[in-house]
């Protein structure tokens, strides 16, 4: 009754009469159960399997699984990480199961830094000699034993926050050469100067301007602050 009565809002405004919504509520009574754009899609069959077939049915599944955990189980350590253009550096990943080459990018973060997880022993702390396969397996692909991960790393994997940290100072560099070759070619060709200076007035900063003398303080500014966030 209270879905009923939700669609019948959903379908009526204020100013419908009682006639109306009465005749609102006799249609979705008759088209309740018909979805048109469901039928386009679902077709009514009435498949019936014998005892045997199902048997038969059973017995394929099973061998199916049965084969692909055996080949998991027998390629545990076969991936590896390869370069698949020297020049570019780019890196895929073998999986010999599947029997297809991936790109690292779409594996998780661990496989993109530069210590990825180890293949013949559980802890991926470099340091570790511990042989015990029980700890944690962080998200980001990496596993450690609880001492580890907890003690030695203080709940951070090392090798992920190196790698952020990492790109996060390369793609700073690279922005801050756009803008200082923006800057020395705008110069050079005598383009049209920024003097855009701003009212002490409003801004309470007497050295706050947007020209090419200073544009490089407002950048190392904005950096820190970014730093500092």
Request: glycine share 4%; net charge negative.
């Amino acid at each position: 009754m209270e879905n009923f009565h939700s669609s019948l809002r959903r379908q009526i405004q204020k100013s419908n009469t009682a006639a109306q919504i009465i005749q609102r509520a006799q249609i979705i009574d008759r088209m309740r159960g018909n979805n048109s754009f469901a039928n386009v899609f679902f077709e009514k069959h009435n498949i019936r399997y014998s005892a045997k077939q199902l048997e038969y049915l059973e017995k394929h599944t099973a061998l199916f699984l049965l084969q692909l955990f055996t080949d998991v189980y027998k390629n545990l350590n076969s991936p590896k990480i390869i370069l698949s253009n020297a020049r570019s550096k780019s890196k895929v990943c073998e999986l010999p199961t599947l029997g297809i080459q991936v790109d690292v990018k779409i594996l998780p973060m661990a496989w993109n830094t530069t210590h990825p997880p180890q293949m013949n022993r559980f802890c991926d702390l470099e340091e570790c000699s511990n042989s015990c396969e029980v700890g944690c397996v962080l998200t980001c692909g990496h596993a450690y034993h609880y001492e580890c991960f907890f003690l030695q790393l203080g709940s951070q994997c090392q090798y992920c926050t190196a790698y952020l940290v990492s790109g996060i100072e390369y793609n700073c560099r690279i922005f801050q050469k756009s803008v200082s070759s923006f800057n020395e070619a705008s110069t050079d060709e005598h383009t049209v100067e920024l003097d855009m200076e701003v009212d002490d007035s409003d801004t309470g900063n007497d050295d706050f301007s947007l020209s090419h003398d200073n544009i490089d303080l407002l950048f190392a500014r904005a950096l820190n602050t970014l730093t500092s966030v």
